[in-house]
């Protein structure tokens, strides 16, 4: 089975741009969740998608959005981007929402904002 | 705030001897712990968990201990390999709740 695959790994993007992630969930997995990973602030829960339902969400502005298409990719979106918003964002696919320990996490997207 | 803290950023053990990686957290209603490690490059991997209605969960060399009265939470690696050089997560939840993760523990196991 191919694991969890992120696109792209490297974005390099400008304050004010907006940008798409995407995660590919491990085949027969239905639930997404998305994290953003900083120095000093470790993993930080963004949001988690079942069914292509939004079903949890972490502490984060608006900016930051997110859905599940009915093949359970996923995609999340960041508007008018911050310097803080430098990251690398990592993905991680389980087969049901809840599953914490069997959750399996991609490579990550790391992005940098100029 | 920080409901979940690894204090120590980074731990320097010699190969063959213990490493002790630390966690503390704050609210007593957590009732799942793990432990997760990541290489560079790589997204973390899952590695141990514990149940808060245990205290010692045991799996090869990795054993994960929790102390509920004191809310702490470590993980023992007996003996270290210069492979387990790595970062380790601690990370939390209550109930089917997102996870909750620590800043994280850089090991560095030397020959």
């Known amino acids: 089975k191919a694991g969890v695959t992120q696109t792209p790994r490297y974005l390099i993007k400008t304050r004010g741009q907006q940008v798409t992630l995407s995660c590919s969930p491990i085949s027969g997995h239905r639930s997404v969740s998305w994290y953003q990973q900083t120095p000093g602030q470790g993993l930080q829960f963004l949001f988690e998608y079942f069914s292509e339902t939004q079903r949890n969400k972490g502490n984060f502005p608006g900016r930051f959005s997110g859905r599940q298409f009915s093949n359970s990719r996923s995609e999340m979106n960041v508007s008018t981007l911050e310097l803080g918003d430098s990251a690398l964002y990592l993905c991680?696919?389980?087969?049901?929402?809840?599953?914490?320990?069997?959750?399996?996490f991609g490579p990550g997207t790391r992005l940098t904002v100029l | 705030d920080q409901q979940v803290k690894q204090n120590s950023p980074s731990l320097s053990v010699q190969e063959g001897r213990i490493s002790i990686l630390n966690c503390d957290y704050t609210n007593s209603m957590f009732d799942y712990f793990l432990w997760y490690k990541k290489y560079p490059a790589e997204g973390p991997t899952f590695l141990i968990s514990i149940s808060s209605i245990k205290d010692k969960n045991e799996d090869g060399r990795f054993t994960v201990f929790l102390n509920k009265s004191a809310k702490h939470l470590s993980l023992h690696i007996v003996p270290s390999q210069p492979g387990d050089s790595a970062v380790y997560f601690c990370a939390t939840r209550h109930n089917t709740d997102k996870l909750i993760f620590g800043t994280g523990t850089r090991l560095q196991v030397f020959p």
């Open positions: 991680a696919s389980s087969e049901t929402s809840g599953s914490i320990d069997e959750q399996f």
